[in-house]
């Protein structure tokens, strides 16, 4: 039988969490070390912001390009 990826396991325990479940329960369960789970939080919240500002970016950019009706340069 195939092992569980860590990345599987902790958005398993991320829901169970929001649930009111205990993380420190949660990873013994699942068998990772809560320091892993926490880094994996840290990074995963880095990614989203780094998205809604990719969005954000990108929303700017189309209402310029609008702005000047699809003409680049002068």
Do not use: F
């Not at 569980?4 to 205990?22: F, Q, T, W």
Request: hydrophobic share 30%.
């Amino acid at each position: 039988m195939d092992e569980v990826p860590a990345k599987k396991k902790y958005n398993v325990i991320n829901e169970m969490s929001l649930r009111g479940y205990p993380i420190q329960l949660l990873c013994s369960i699942a068998g990772v070390s809560k320091s892993g789970y926490n880094k994996w939080v840290k990074r995963h919240l880095s990614s989203l912001q780094k998205q809604i500002e990719n969005q954000a970016i990108k929303e700017k950019i189309l209402e310029c390009h609008k702005k000047v009706k699809g003409i680049y340069g002068y």
